[in-house]
């Protein structure tokens, strides 16, 4: 594992463990083991980390579509089995809602996740599914991906993957 992803990890780590507000430098390299200055080396403000984490979310989502699509599903497949495994992979679901919650207010980072909506939708709407299937899907899964966000927990994980269930069997019989 690269020095950069053990950092990331290691901000992961923080953020989990102590909160979004306890996300320092200082934190990061004590739980990484690297002296302030190494870890400066390699990203030069908590912006730059951050945003760093943000894009290895981002990342991290595009492989787990591209896995899907390989295997022979559709984009809107693709889409929902993504977000499905999202939900189920403690170390990504926790990343990513922690760094969600870290850039509610940094417009230059929430502007990478308004780049990846656009795109999503836009490769979504190519497709030749209903547009009131495509609204569906990306509202509802919008409101999971919220719900676990601000921990209002509304709906159990369960109930969370019938309801991603159904919407993939909606697509196979439209």
């Keep these: 594992m690269s020095k950069k992803m053990e950092l990331l990890k290691a901000a992961?780590?923080?953020?989990?463990?102590?909160?979004?507000?306890?996300?320092?430098?200082?934190?990061?390299?004590?739980?990484?083991?690297?002296?302030?200055?190494?870890?400066l080396y390699h990203y030069s403000t908590k912006d730059e980390l951050i945003k760093a984490m943000n894009i290895y979310v981002i990342k991290q989502f595009r492989?787990?579509?591209?896995?899907?699509?390989?295997?022979?599903?559709?984009?809107?497949?693709?889409?929902?089995?993504?977000?499905?495994?999202?939900?189920?992979?403690?170390?990504?679901?926790?990343?990513?809602?922690?760094?969600?919650?870290?850039?509610?207010?940094?417009?230059?980072?929430?502007?990478l996740w308004r780049e990846e909506y656009q795109i999503i939708k836009e490769?979504?709407?190519?497709?030749?599914?209903?547009?009131?299937?495509?609204?569906?899907?990306?509202?509802?899964?919008?409101?999971?991906?919220f719900s676990r966000l601000f921990d209002l927990t509304h709906i159990d994980t369960k109930e969370e993957q019938r309801l991603i269930t159904y919407l993939l069997d909606l697509l196979e019989d439209d």
């Design 12 to 39: 992961s780590r923080v953020v989990i463990a102590d909160g979004v507000y306890r996300l320092t430098l200082e934190a990061v390299a004590d739980e990484a083991g690297v002296s302030k200055g190494g870890l």
């Design 63 to 111: 492989e787990f579509m591209d896995n899907e699509m390989v295997m022979g599903c559709s984009y809107h497949q693709a889409y929902l089995r993504a977000i499905s495994k999202s939900l189920r992979d403690d170390h990504y679901l926790n990343v990513s809602t922690s760094m969600l919650a870290a850039i509610s207010n940094n417009q230059n980072i929430l502007a």
């Design 123 to 145: 490769n979504l709407f190519k497709e030749d599914v209903r547009e009131e299937y495509t609204l569906l899907i990306l509202t509802t899964c919008d409101g999971i991906w």
